[in-house]
C-alpha cells in the first residue's frame, strides 16, 4: 500500500493545491478532482503505481 499527498500550483491563479492519495499495489490507479479555491477551476488529477 502506498499512502502520499500531492502539492502543486493552480497552472491558472497560482493559489497552492493540495490532496492525499492511497494506492493498493502495482498496476493500481486513482483520479481525483481538485477544486481551486481561487479561480473556482476544477483539475483532474490521475495517479498510478508501475514499475518502472
Not at 40 to 52: A, C, E, F, M, S
Amino acid at each position: 500500500m502506498t499512502v502520499g499527498g500531492l502539492n502543486f500550483s493552480c497552472p491558472t491563479c497560482n493559489n497552492p493545491l493540495f490532496f492525499t492519495f492511497k494506492l493498493a499495489d502495482k498496476g493500481d490507479q486513482t483520479t481525483r478532482e481538485v477544486h481551486c479555491p481561487g479561480c473556482r477551476t476544477t483539475w483532474v488529477v490521475g495517479l498510478d503505481i508501475h514499475p518502472k
